[in-house]
């Protein structure tokens, strides 16, 4: 029971530190980003879908702004900022236990201050009730309330991210804000989780995790409202 319950755990301590900020090289100096307009408040609807175009193909997500809203409303406005477009999947956590493939892949703007929006509130499992699936967005944070411009989109059921109100670990208790669904493309987010890892780079915990070469989010767009079907007539 002792070892479950570390291995469903583990991911925690591992996803705290991915929204560390990318280190400048001094043989590779980051290129100029441009300017970005301000998010607009406009109220959103109660889901919204984002069209997420990559290297490898085409992810599309539903963002639950009703059950998680700071979180939704948060990714919302890096794409309509277009703060997303240029930015990578970096990161494949790789998890040995469980039914395989396990774990999740992660992308945003590595804590770069140009592209960041302000830090947004903690939206923990058990208040929202959106739990981390196959297929779930969750924010990349340090401690709750720091997430800024990084994700993670699961790759298998990680229920060591959802909040665990009873635990003693504050961590553990907080877990990790679930905001949306892979609707369309998982193949695409299977093959990114599936790419060849680099064997220098990474430190400390995150050695093993980046890929070798991260696959560019062109474009990050939200896409416009299914419209509704009439019903039938009687």
Known sequence: MLTRRLALLAPL??????????????TAPRPAVPTYPAPSKAPLPEKVR???????????????????PASATNFVRYAETKRFDGTVFYRAMHLKWGEQPNGLIQAGTRGDPRRNLPPIAHEPTDQTGVLHKAGTLSMAR???????GDFSIMVSDQPGLDAQPE?????????????????EGMDVVRAIFGAPISETEGEGIMRGQILA?????????????????????P
């Open 13 to 26: 301590a591992v996803l705290l530190v991915a929204a560390a900020p990318v280190k400048k090289r001094a």
């Open 50 to 68: 984002v069209a997420l175009e990559t290297e490898a193909g085409r992810v599309v997500v539903e963002l639950d702004v009703k059950r998680a």
């Open 142 to 148: 340090y401690a709750p309330g720091t997430a800024t």
């Open 167 to 183: 635990s003693a670990d504050p961590e553990a208790k907080a877990g990790y804000a679930a905001f949306g669904q892979v609707i």
């Open 213 to 233: 070469k991260p696959v560019k989010i062109l474009t990050a767009r939200r896409l416009p409202e299914p419209v509704a079907e009439p019903a039938p007539a």
